[in-house]
């Protein structure tokens, strides 16, 4: 089992960046895919990116294409997503996600789940 923590959503105007973190607890980091999904008020939980096990594959969705970058880190078992020119439609709580299958661009593939942070983009 992993638990899940997420830190860094905020406030930003359009145009600028933020960094979200995934700090995961567990001896077993490195046996599950990572996601990261984001959910806005009156919408359904949409995929943003997800990373395999090692860190050699990611996936992203293609409104966030080249502007957002995952990445983990093994060691300190930790998942950031970094997010570069931010869009108002960007805004949404974003949820970090942990498969012990393959992750995948469903939340369905995924068993563990973060609360949530907050991520607002001012236009």
């Known amino acids: 089992q992993v638990q899940l923590v997420e830190s860094g959503g905020g406030l930003v105007q359009a145009g600028g960046s933020l960094r979200l973190s995934c700090a995961a607890s567990?001896?077993?980091?490195?046996?599950?895919?990572m996601g990261w999904f984001r959910q806005a008020p009156g919408k359904e939980r949409e995929f943003v990116a997800a990373?395999?096990?090692?860190?050699?594959?990611?996936n992203y969705a293609d409104s966030v294409k080249g502007r957002f970058t995952i990445s983990r880190d093994n060691a300190k078992n930790t998942v950031p997503l970094q997010m570069n020119s931010l869009k108002p439609e960007d805004t949404a709580v974003y949820y970090c996600a942990a498969s012990p299958y393959r992750g995948g661009s469903s939340s369905h593939g995924y068993d563990y789940w973060g609360q949530g942070t907050q991520v607002t983009v001012s236009s």
């Open positions: 567990g001896r077993t980091f490195s046996s599950y895919d």
């Open positions: 990373v395999s096990r090692s860190g050699g594959l990611t």
